[in-house]
T-cell receptor, first 112, second 118 residues
C-alpha cells in the first residue's frame, strides 16, 4: 500500500530564508511523486513531479525536490522564501490503480 | 492549458436537500476524481471514474453518489445533505498512462466548491 507523511502541519520562515518542507512516502510500486501547492480559496496546482530519471527535480517558482530512494523521502526546498510562497503544500504519491495518495498538507507562513 | 471547471465556488444548502456538484474538464482525460478537503485531514477521495459510466468508491463514499454520462463531465451528488458534509469539494482529472508518457497520474484540479450545509 502507498502512503505519504508530511512532517509538520505548519512551517514558518522569514522572507529570504531557506524553505524546507519534508515528505516521506511508502510505495510498493516504483513511485511517482508530486508536490502540489494550494493558494487560499483555490484548487491545487502542480509544483513539480518525479517519475523516472534525474532524482533532483526542478519546478515552478524556484522550488525543487530530491527523490531519495534509500530514505523514501521527497523533500521540497527553495533557497530563498518570498512572501508570495505563503500557501499550503501537499506531497503526493501514485496510489493503486489510477489514484493518487495525498499527504495531510503543510501550511507555509512567510514572515517579513 | 488543461482546464477543470466546477459549477459553483460557494454553495449554501439546507439539511436534507439533494445537492449536485458539477465538474467539467476540457482535455479528454479518462480519469476524474472527487475529493473533499478538511483542515488537518488533507484530501480524501470520495469517488473516482476511469471511463464513461464507470465509477469506483474512494475512501469516504458514504452519503455521496456520482454520475459520469459524458467523458468530460463528472457530477457529485449528495443525496440528503447533512451538516457534516460542510467542506471544500475539489474535482480533478488526469490522463491515463496510455494517454501520456510524460504526465501519467498527474492531476489537474478545479478551483473547488465550498459547500456549507445549515
Amino acid at each position: 500500500a502507498q502512503s505519504v507523511t508530511q512532517l509538520g502541519s505548519h512551517v514558518s520562515v522569514s522572507e529570504g530564508a531557506l524553505v524546507l518542507l519534508r515528505c516521506n512516502y511508502s510505495s510498493s510500486v516504483p513511485p511517482y511523486l508530486f508536490w502540489y501547492v494550494q493558494y487560499p480559496n483555490q484548487g491545487l496546482q502542480l509544483l513539480l513531479k518525479y517519475t523516472t530519471g534525474a532524482t533532483l527535480v526542478k519546478g515552478i517558482n524556484g522550488f525543487e525536490a530530491e527523490f531519495k530512494k534509500s530514505e523514501t523521502s521527497f523533500h521540497l526546498t527553495k533557497p530563498s522564501a518570498h512572501m508570495s510562497d505563503a500557501a499550503e503544500y501537499f506531497c503526493a504519491v501514485r496510489g493503486g490503480g489510477f489514484k493518487t495518495i495525498f499527504g495531510a498538507g503543510t501550511r507555509l507562513f512567510v514572515k517579513a | 492549458d488543461v482546464k477543470v471547471t466546477q459549477s459553483s465556488r460557494y454553495l449554501v444548502k439546507r439539511t436534507g436537500e439533494k445537492v449536485f456538484l458539477e465538474c467539467v474538464q476540457d482535455m479528454d482525460h479518462e480519469n476524474m476524481f472527487w475529493y473533499r478537503q478538511d483542515p488537518g485531514l488533507g484530501l480524501r477521495l470520495i469517488y473516482f471514474s476511469y471511463d464513461v459510466k464507470m465509477k469506483e468508491k474512494g475512501d469516504i463514499p458514504e452519503g455521496y453518489s456520482v454520475s459520469r454520462e459524458k467523458k468530460e463531465r463528472f457530477s457529485l451528488i449528495l443525496e440528503s445533505a447533512s451538516t457534516n458534509q460542510t467542506s471544500m469539494y475539489l474535482c480533478a482529472s488526469s490522463p491515463s498512462p496510455v494517454q501520456t508518457v510524460l504526465s501519467p497520474y498527474e492531476q489537474y484540479f478545479g478551483p473547488g466548491t465550498r459547500l456549507t450545509v445549515t
